[in-house]
């Protein structure tokens, strides 16, 4: 999806309607931050929310994915392909998860392995060797954790629990937030309440 064909779309319908942001968002029961993030193409509306959005705008969900007003003859293609786009993002994310994991894990692996030679020959090795040895496999975990903690920060979307945005958080954010399985908590743009929320792969779930 183009979010940011999207977000114009939706500020289009909205001025045609005679709405401002805050007015749609008081409809709506959200903050017109909200509105203003999804009209700038830097957010997504929930799935609790396109239709009610979609019936102030007198606009039908596919005409709002596809980020324009359809015919009778592309409506049916369209809804077609925003379905596809929808299960070809969840799949493309969860593939790239796997990725992910499995470099963190031969990341670790390799660490352990090279830590338990040095530990197991330290009389055979020399002590530079050692130490060249110690710093190449704490590199090789630096690396890896770094690449899959930032692939489970930015493959896919975390879900407010509160107003239900979808976003990807900060670096600083995610590293400090605690987690719980698939949750994790942060602070949501959107609403700026802090939260459990949940790791998701596309904007369908």
Known sequence: MDQIKIGKFIAEERHKKG????????????SNKTISK???????????????L?????????ELLSGERLSEIDYKKKAEENMVNFI????????????TTITGLIAIVSFITIIQIVSIYAN???LPSRILLTVIACSIFTAGLYVAMQGERTIGYYK???????????????TM?????????LKCPSCEKSGWCKKVMSKDE
């Not at 999804?38 to 009610?52: A, D, R």
């Not at 937030?177 to 908590?185: K, L, N």
């Open 19 to 30: 709405y401002t942001q805050k007015q749609l968002a008081e409809i709506l029961k959200i």
């Open 124 to 126: 055979a090795i020399a």
């Open 54 to 62: 979609c019936q102030e705008l007198d606009i039908s969900v596919n």
């Open 160 to 174: 407010c629990k509160n107003c239900g945005e979808y976003f990807v958080p900060s670096f600083p954010a995610y």
């Open 88 to 99: 070809q993002e969840k799949e493309e994310n969860r593939k790239k998860m796997k990725l």
């Open 177 to 185: 937030g605690m987690h719980i399985f698939s949750t994790r908590w």
């Open 38 to 52: 999804w009209e700038c193409g830097n957010g997504f509306p929930e799935i609790s929310l396109l239709l009610p």
